[in-house]
């Protein structure tokens, strides 16, 4: 249950291993909550050293070209190029590559594509130089924080286009966030006395070439998404119990008859959440509840059971090795396939925006009953309606977001469109998926919030009806950043102040990934 007034700050070791044990949902969160630095595992250096010697001396040995290796790249895969220029194949690869466009990725979400990035090479698969890897776990562990651009990826070839932006400051090029700052790679290495990485052949196309532009946007996404969801059921009760609803549709045994684990866990939660409430257990004068209270379990319940669907596409790739070639040593063998396809991730990802957006959707069919004037709470939530206009306009900036959620929702995964001469000729969109996903999930923050300052209000007109402890103690917490409105005021600073306190409120990771 959620605890108002402790973190779920715990005393770690000092370094998370990269190794090749999984990652998963709570090992990210624990990572970004206790901001530990990485260090490579023994195992993870014998991989990578095992791996890049053994591409040098297939390079010595072997004349014939190797895609990507000694080769062009995309529809240059018939140019062979000399031993003497393949350092500079793979810079030039880095700086063509390079051109994202468009609004910043996230410093968030740039850090998280730092982690996965590294934790794919660690492998042993790549062909990376240990050093390279090496300057990424650098980066990470100061907030150097590469500048990447929204805009550029098809999501197939990997993320090309922001992988390169990723991997541009390793060769002292392009530019970082540094202590709240964008300045110079070059002035970077220089400040901590760091040489350009001279890259090896292979290495720029392992930098470019995975999924990790959609990755970092999907893992950072199903963290925020897992919160909401608990957000929509704690609010959505605090509106049932101010809307004077009914507690049987609830009932265990109506779930354990159509027994999806979201629904099932949706009613456990809201019974919880309700539990010695004296507005729920009132007589009342209704029979049944409209839908968007009624069918919470349903509703709320089908985003979990996706969001479980979602976390296993996401948690599989992000332990997966999504580069090209790929080396196999023990076998003798180096492979050119297309694990760089973002396939998995864009249906992913847009199952993520349809799923999160009936969550909202749902919520702001809630806020219009409750400003609506049934069940005798007043018009707007106000009293003296006429003279004051009280929440009235809320629930229409509500309506705004969902009905742009709804545009967004639009799959980017049926569309594709042909690059590189023809030779990629089917693409996943998986990255414009995921940019479409970052701003959805952040609208549905903004909805529920407004939700929470509607069903606040609404439970003030139940007095001296109290309902649960449990929800009045959250009330408590959330009426010291948001105070009960007497008369007409300027709402945006109580829905800013409402987003801001859903954003920040500690939940025990418990409540969230089970």
């Given at each position: 249950m959620l605890n108002f007034e402790t973190t779920i700050l715990t005393v770690m070791e000092s370094y998370h291993y990269i190794s090749t044990l999984p990652l998963d949902l709570n090992a990210i969160s624990d990572l970004i909550l206790t901001n530990r630095n990485l260090k490579l595992s023994e195992d993870a250096i014998n991989r990578i050293e095992n791996c890049r010697s053994y591409l040098d001396k297939k390079m010595k040995s072997h004349k014939e070209p190797i895609y990507g290796i000694n080769t062009g790249f995309g529809s240059l895969y018939n140019v062979k190029i000399s031993s003497k220029n393949l350092t500079k194949l793979q810079e030039n690869l880095m700086m063509s590559h390079a051109c994202g466009t468009g609004e910043l990725v996230p410093q968030e979400i740039v850090k998280l594509m730092l982690l996965l990035k590294i934790q794919s090479l660690s492998y042993g698969y790549s062909g990376v130089q240990l050093q390279t890897v090496n300057r990424?776990?650098?980066?990470?562990?100061?907030?150097?924080?590469?500048?990447?651009?929204?805009?550029?990826?098809?999501?197939?070839?990997?993320?090309?286009?922001?992988?390169?932006?990723?991997?541009?400051?390793?060769?002292?090029?392009?530019?970082?966030?540094?202590?709240?700052?964008?300045?110079?790679?070059?002035?970077?290495?220089?400040?901590?006395?760091?040489?350009?990485?001279?890259?090896?052949?292979?290495?720029?196309?392992?930098?470019?070439?995975?999924?990790?532009?959609?990755?970092?946007y999907g893992i950072h996404l199903l963290l925020k998404s897992y919160r909401l969801s608990y957000f929509a059921d704690l609010i959505g009760a605090m509106s049932l119990d101010a809307y004077d609803g009914r507690i049987e549709p609830f009932d265990e045994l109506v779930h354990l008859v159509r027994p999806h684990n979201g629904q099932i866990k949706t009613a456990e939660r809201i019974r919880e959440f309700l539990k010695g409430s004296e507005l729920i257990s009132q007589e009342k004068k209704h029979v049944q509840d409209p839908y968007s209270f009624r069918c919470i379990p349903q509703v709320h319940g089908a985003t979990k059971d996706t969001l479980t669907f979602i976390e296993k596409t996401f948690v599989t790739e992000i332990n997966s090795v999504t580069d090209n070639p790929n080396i196999f040593v023990e076998e003798d063998k180096i492979i050119s396939g297309g694990n760089f396809h973002g396939q998995p991730l864009a249906f992913a990802l847009d199952?993520?925006?349809?799923?999160?957006?009936?969550?909202?959707?749902?919520?702001?069919?809630?806020?219009?009953?409750?400003?609506?004037?049934?069940?005798?709470?007043?018009?707007?939530?106000?009293?003296?309606?006429?003279l004051n206009s009280g929440l009235m306009i809320p629930q229409y900036t509500a309506a705004s977001i969902v009905s742009a959620n709804k545009q967004l929702a639009t799959p980017a995964s049926v569309d594709s469109i042909v690059s590189?001469?023809?030779?990629?000729?089917?693409?996943?969109?998986?990255?414009?998926?995921?940019?479409?996903?970052?701003?959805?999930?952040?609208?549905?923050?903004?909805?529920?919030?407004?939700?929470?300052?509607?069903?606040?209000?609404?439970?003030?007109?139940?007095?001296?009806?109290?309902?649960?402890?449990?929800?009045?103690?959250?009330?408590?917490?959330?009426?010291?950043?948001?105070?009960?409105?007497?008369?007409?005021?300027?709402?945006?600073?109580?829905?800013?102040?409402?987003?801001?306190?859903?954003?920040?409120?500690?939940?025990?990771?418990?409540?969230?990934?089970?």
């Amino acid at each position: 249950m959620l605890n108002f007034e402790t973190t779920i700050l715990t005393v770690m070791e000092s370094y998370h291993y990269i190794s090749t044990l999984p990652l998963d949902l709570n090992a990210i969160s624990d990572l970004i909550l206790t901001n530990r630095n990485l260090k490579l595992s023994e195992d993870a250096i014998n991989r990578i050293e095992n791996c890049r010697s053994y591409l040098d001396k297939k390079m010595k040995s072997h004349k014939e070209p190797i895609y990507g290796i000694n080769t062009g790249f995309g529809s240059l895969y018939n140019v062979k190029i000399s031993s003497k220029n393949l350092t500079k194949l793979q810079e030039n690869l880095m700086m063509s590559h390079a051109c994202g466009t468009g609004e910043l990725v996230p410093q968030e979400i740039v850090k998280l594509m730092l982690l996965l990035k590294i934790q794919s090479l660690s492998y042993g698969y790549s062909g990376v130089q240990l050093q390279t890897v090496n300057r990424l776990v650098d980066f990470y562990n100061n907030d150097i924080l590469p500048i990447v651009y929204t805009q550029g990826s098809l999501g197939a070839s990997g993320d090309l286009a922001p992988l390169a932006h990723l991997a541009l400051p390793l060769i002292g090029k392009g530019k970082v966030w540094y202590e709240g700052e964008i300045v110079s790679a070059s002035n970077i290495l220089e400040k901590f006395k760091w040489k350009p990485i001279t890259l090896k052949s292979k290495e720029g196309l392992a930098l470019l070439n995975g999924t990790q532009f959609m990755s970092a946007y999907g893992i950072h996404l199903l963290l925020k998404s897992y919160r909401l969801s608990y957000f929509a059921d704690l609010i959505g009760a605090m509106s049932l119990d101010a809307y004077d609803g009914r507690i049987e549709p609830f009932d265990e045994l109506v779930h354990l008859v159509r027994p999806h684990n979201g629904q099932i866990k949706t009613a456990e939660r809201i019974r919880e959440f309700l539990k010695g409430s004296e507005l729920i257990s009132q007589e009342k004068k209704h029979v049944q509840d409209p839908y968007s209270f009624r069918c919470i379990p349903q509703v709320h319940g089908a985003t979990k059971d996706t969001l479980t669907f979602i976390e296993k596409t996401f948690v599989t790739e992000i332990n997966s090795v999504t580069d090209n070639p790929n080396i196999f040593v023990e076998e003798d063998k180096i492979i050119s396939g297309g694990n760089f396809h973002g396939q998995p991730l864009a249906f992913a990802l847009d199952y993520l925006k349809i799923a999160m957006a009936e969550l909202g959707n749902i919520s702001e069919r809630r806020t219009y009953q409750l400003v609506s004037g049934f069940r005798e709470l007043p018009d707007f939530l106000v009293d003296d309606p006429g003279l004051n206009s009280g929440l009235m306009i809320p629930q229409y900036t509500a309506a705004s977001i969902v009905s742009a959620n709804k545009q967004l929702a639009t799959p980017a995964s049926v569309d594709s469109i042909v690059s590189s001469n023809g030779q990629e000729d089917h693409v996943s969109m998986g990255a414009n998926a995921a940019t479409q996903a970052y701003t959805l999930v952040n609208n549905v923050e903004r909805i529920l919030a407004i939700e929470l300052f509607n069903g606040s209000q609404a439970l003030q007109f139940r007095a001296p009806l109290k309902s649960s402890e449990f929800i009045e103690s959250f009330l408590s917490i959330f009426r010291k950043e948001v105070s009960f409105v007497n008369k007409d005021r300027v709402l945006h600073d109580d829905i800013d102040s409402s987003i801001e306190f859903i954003k920040t409120l500690q939940i025990d990771s418990c409540e969230l990934y089970q």
